[in-house]
């Protein structure tokens, strides 16, 4: 296996379904679980008594507990199973030299730093295939998505952040934090395998120089800067700089997926769901509509696409309880689409509102030549800058790594703002497509509101902005993409406090459509305990 986990770490379920996934892959299926050890494929289960749609954290979630309250699961996933090896013996492949594995039907690279210098040497043309990341464009905001089991686990830098309590409490009123706190998230930062950084190791390590010269600089403004926790295994990471283990944080890897260190879906709440026997993965399986039988069961219109993108297959499922966990694009995109074509005519006016990209905008800075960030940089973010108290002006910037090989005196951020501004999604019967109304000037708000933060910086350190990474020379932050996006069918108003979505029974959302627009911090630790949330009280009152 990929994972370098030893065996008494896992459960039995975990090594079941890790045994499971690998059969799998080896075979070429597209259908994953416990039977499908068999040589012989079974054929595709028709119905089932619960569906999840995506496999991400809030899906995971649904079919782990799920399979362990005994209900047959069908988890449909438009992505691969990313398990098998390519050419180069690698499963994903590393930012420096991408190819198809990297992006989902492109033929050429999007990542986000567009330049160098000003020098298109980032992004490389490519064979159109269903690789790990996507970036789904609209008119005015881009978003970067993972595609595969295990959604944008496989894709993201791992920060496992817990948001303040307050801010918790300020974005879901109705949500009992304490509960949340003592029981949710140490719940689910407890499966998805939370670790912090040896902060000794840290201090020592050519591969942070990067994050402690940006320390260095936030010190020198007044402001914070505190360590955040990850699901990359920092024991694993400490190997690599020793050279005990292959290479993998250390060696470029983490937008296109890592290929060892890192905790994804797959390796936990998944594995264990499969090794439960009652979860079954089906991949490649997009769905395109859903709508209600007259017994009351939900149909789903699913197409089923080869490594071309074609549609090989079309065909349906029912089943009687229905899990959304597209995450926001997907799930909120479905059920626009339903109310609006009137499959699901019921669901209430705000399905598709008050979507935000968590106040995301990217930034550079210049440093000094005496301020180097070194030529080796692990690629999982450990520090961020911490100046969400300060009411004026709420940033959390994480300090991020530009792992290119050599040294370029660049640091780089994420900054998450609390951008109040907030979008729906519309659908546009003219095109047969669901649009996103967020603008420009929705963009600049968050914009500004980074930019107050790094003009201290700027000042205190006598640097400058960087003007050479995102495309044009008058670009400086990054505010037309997103990694976090959040919202479409915020709980409380497009669904009951618990995830059930109004106006039908037995239909519940699990993902980050549910958080309204912004969470202060990486959202995936939030998303996953409200999850926990709702199945613990989903199975307890409706099954």
């Known amino acids: 296996m990929t994972a370098k986990l030893t065996q008494h770490q896992l459960t039995r379920r975990q090594i079941l379904g890790m045994i499971a996934l690998q059969t799998a892959a080896t075979a070429g299926l597209t259908r994953i679980g ?7 494929e079974p054929a595709a289960v028709q119905t089932a ?16 507990r799920l399979g362990q309250a005994g209900v047959t699961t069908l988890v449909l996933e438009m992505g691969r199973l990313w398990n098998t090896a390519g050419a180069d013996g690698k499963i994903f492949c590393n930012t420096a030299s991408p190819d198809q594995r990297s992006m989902w039907f492109k033929t050429r690279t999007e990542a986000p730093l567009a330049s160098f210098l000003w020098l298109d040497v980032v992004n490389k043309d490519i064979t159109a295939y269903p690789g790990v990341l996507d970036r789904v464009h609209y008119d005015a905001m881009s978003v970067y998505v993972g595609r595969g089991v295990g959604g944008g686990s496989l894709v993201n830098g791992g920060m496992a952040v817990t948001p303040r309590q307050s801010y918790f409490t300020e974005q879901f009123p109705a949500v009992d934090a304490t509960a949340m706190y003592n029981t949710y998230f140490p719940r689910a930062r407890t499966m998805l395998g939370v670790n912090t950084v040896d ?8 591969w ?38 292959t290479k993998s944080a250390l060696a470029q890897e983490v937008i296109y997926g890592n290929n060892y260190g ?28 859903v709508s209600r039988a007259s017994d009351g069961s939900y149909v789903l219109s699913v197409n089923r696409i080869d490594d071309t993108g074609a549609v090989v297959e079309t ?26 074509t009137g499959t699901l005519p019921a669901l209430n006016s705000t399905v598709g509102a008050g979507w935000g990209p968590n106040g995301n905008t990217m930034v550079g800075r210049a440093n000094h030549i005496w301020d180097t960030t070194g030529a080796n940089q692990s690629t999982m973010p450990v520090m961020g800058i911490d100046d969400w108290a300060n009411t004026d002006n709420p940033v959390f910037a994480e300090i991020a790594p530009l792992p290119i090989g050599f040294e370029t005196w660049v640091s780089l951020y994420l900054a998450i703002t609390k951008n109040p501004q ?15 109304g967020w603008t420009a000037a929705q963009s600049a708000v968050s914009v500004a509101m980074a930019k107050k933060l790094f003009d201290r910086i700027n000042s205190a350190n006598a640097t400058i902005y960087r003007s050479d990474l995102f495309g044009t020379p008058s ?7 997103c990694y976090h996006p959040l919202g479409g069918c915020v709980l409380g108003n497009a669904t009951d406090n618990y995830g059930r979505v109004k106006g039908y029974s037995k239909l519940y959302i699990t993902d980050g459509s549910l958080v309204p627009g912004n969470i202060g911090v990486n959202p995936f630790v939030t998303i996953t305990a409200l999850a926990e949330r709702t199945l613990e009280r989903v199975l307890a009152e409706d099954f």
Not at 34 to 40: D, E, I, N, R, W
């Open 315 to 340: 065909k349906q499922y029912g089943c009687t309880y229905l899990f959304l966990g597209g995450g926001s694009l997907g799930t909120t995109e479905l059920l626009v689409r339903a109310r609006d």
């Open 208 to 245: 942070y120089q990067f994050t402690r010269t940006s320390r260095k600089a936030a010190t020198n403004t007044g402001l914070t800067t505190t360590f955040v926790p990850n699901v990359y295994d920092f024991g694993y990471m400490q190997r690599e700089a020793a050279g005990t283990a």
């Open 34 to 40: 416990l039977q499908s050890a068999q040589a012989v």
């Open 262 to 289: 890192k905790k994804s879906l797959d390796k936990t709440y998944l594995a264990s769901a499969l090794g439960t026997g009652k979860v079954t993965i089906h991949t490649m399986e997009k769905v395109t509509g």
């Open 199 to 206: 902060p000794t190791w840290f201090e020592s390590t050519e």
């Open 422 to 436: 907030r979008a729906s999604f519309t659908y546009d019967s003219a095109s047969g497509t669901v649009k996103l």
């Open 475 to 481: 670009k400086i932050f990054a505010d037309d993409f």
């Open 49 to 64: 008594p619960a569906i999840v749609v995506g496999s991400g954290y809030g899906g995971a979630v649904a079919a782990l």
